[in-house]
């Protein structure tokens, strides 16, 4: 077998959407202008409004630097789709492990309220799908489609996620103050687990997307994963069985879960399917 047919070339990753600062700049605007207005309104339907703001964001960003040539540009990131069944199969379960245990921590009973581990591994492709709107469509092009490579020209690949997920964090900071999407903790507890839960999210998307030859659809199906393995938490939550200080030890769980998936897939794929633009402008 060639090695290109287990080894994609570089070339197949395609250009940047943003090269330029002026490009990033007006990215980031549009993001959090559109964002943070939809998500201090009070009424419900602006969360999904607010949740578009990146893609919103990439495409002001794309048609700034390349006219009517930066939508197209933009599209091409989504792909490609044939990835191979692993990789599928490890965008959906990766953070399975989390729900799992986290709530094996807090009593065998919690596990039961969410129909035990059959019923996760079983309907976890189904919630992935549910989950897949509107967060991970409306974020993942102008996160993993936009701003990552813009900082992969910049940064190795684990600083460059690191980064994202700090700002991924940041857009978030207007429901900080939500006592609900708090889970009744305070904001001092609350605000930096959730900064770094977010860090550790943001390194299983970008080592699945890297692994994936760039593709933003397995970064919105990763995405999805992870917000689907918080509804089992959410539903214990609800019954008033998982205790406000669950919240460290599963944040510790993601962190672990982000070091195996990077150490296990995440470095060898940037090595692998960095993007050719990349490794040309680090060599020159």
């Known amino acids: 077998m060639s090695s290109e047919k287990t080894k994609p070339s570089a070339q197949s990753v395609p250009e940047p959407p943003l ?31 607010a949740a578009f703001g990146p893609s919103l964001g990439a495409l002001a960003a794309a048609l700034l630097e390349h006219g009517r040539a930066g939508p197209a540009r933009l599209w091409q990131r989504l792909g490609p789709l ?93 429901l900080w103050w939500r006592p609900e999407f708090r889970m009744g903790a305070s904001p ?16 299983i ?26 509804i089992p938490f959410a539903l214990v939550h609800e019954r008033g069985q ?3 200080e669950a919240v460290v030890p599963v944040t510790l769980l993601m962190c672990v879960t982000a070091m195996a998936v990077w150490c296990g897939v995440g470095r060898r794929a940037a090595d692998v399917h960095l993007p050719g633009h990349v490794i040309a402008e680090r060599s020159g």
Do not use: K
Not at 25 to 39: D, N
Not at 134 to 159: F, Q, T, Y
């Open 19 to 49: 090269r330029n600062p002026r490009a990033l700049l007006c990215f980031l605007l549009v993001t959090f202008a559109w964002s943070w207005c939809a998500l201090l309104l009070p009424d419900d339907p602006w969360l999904f409004a």
């Open 242 to 244: 998982l205790p406000v």
């Open 82 to 174: 044939d990835v191979g069944w692993g990789t599928w199969l490890l965008a959906v379960y990766a953070v399975v492990p989390v729900a799992i245990v986290g709530l094996l921590l807090f009593g065998a009973a919690n596990l039961r309220e969410t129909g035990g581990t059959a019923a996760i591994l079983v309907f976890m492709p189904f919630l992935a799908a549910f989950s897949l709107l509107p967060g991970p469509v409306g974020e993942e092009l102008g996160w993993r489609g936009a701003l990552l490579p813009w900082l992969l020209l910049r940064w190795r690949p684990l600083p460059a996620t690191l980064l994202l997920g700090l700002v991924w964090a940041l857009w978030h900071a207007p």
């Open 188 to 203: 001092l507890l609350f605000v930096p687990l959730y900064t770094l839960s977010l860090m550790a999210m943001s390194v």
């Open 205 to 230: 998307i970008t080592a699945i997307c890297l692994r994936a030859r760039g593709s933003v659809v397995l970064a919105m199906v990763t995405h999805a994963a992870l917000n689907a393995a918080a």
